[in-house]
């Protein structure tokens, strides 16, 4: 179900976006208000609690781990460096309408080492895998009509949105089986929130028109934050 979750909300974002076109830009941004701030909460009752304590026991293991604080930035920086090529993706917002004759790849490089990053805690924290899911899915509606009003050709939106679909799930079969992640399993996991950090509070700030009072938008992060903390 881990693996499943993050995959199948692509592909029916993909689906949804293809077939049925939503049109209703209002909708959408009260679905990444609730995607959010189910992800943040979870981040910080779930995954932000249990690397503080796995780094605690490996140091009186006689490990030698850093700082958890110091790859919290790290990774809030490297999405902050990432979303410079991917023009927002993450977040929900990709722009420009220009026709493209093949796939972005920058876009695409962007995306999909974001998407591996995020998979690589759930193996260790299984509810995570619905945060992402959550997550993903307005992602996935907006970015194949972002490429579709691109006028990139059919196949090469299929093949673009699959590949991204798999990332999340290979980064938790990458963590299950590496040793390396194994060894660093605090460091890189706090690198992992550092990033979702980012992402879930830019979703919730960007939501918003011209940051104005939004009951239905509210409603949606009080709803996110309750459901994640019922997790």
Known sequence: MIYLLPLLSVIFGYVIATFFRPKSKKNLRI????S?????????????????????????????HGNIGFFIMFGIIFQIVLEYFSQGAEHGHVHGHDTMYHIPWLLFISLC????LEGMPVSHHNDLAWGIAVHHFPIAI???????????NKSSILIFMLVFAAMTPMGTIVSEKAPFVTHYYAEITAFVIGILFHISSTII???SEGHKFNLAKLSAIILGIVLAYFM
Do not use: C, K, N, R
């Open 31 to 34: 679905l990444l208000a609730f």
């Open 36 to 64: 959010g701030s189910f992800l943040l909460a979870l981040t910080v009752s779930h995954l932000l609690p249990t690397v503080y304590e796995s780094a605690q026991h490996a140091v009186s293991d006689g490990h030698v």
């Open 113 to 116: 080492l974001h998407a591996l």
């Open 142 to 152: 907006i970015l194949t009509t972002f490429l579709s009003a691109s006028h990139l």
């Open 205 to 207: 700030f960007e939501t």
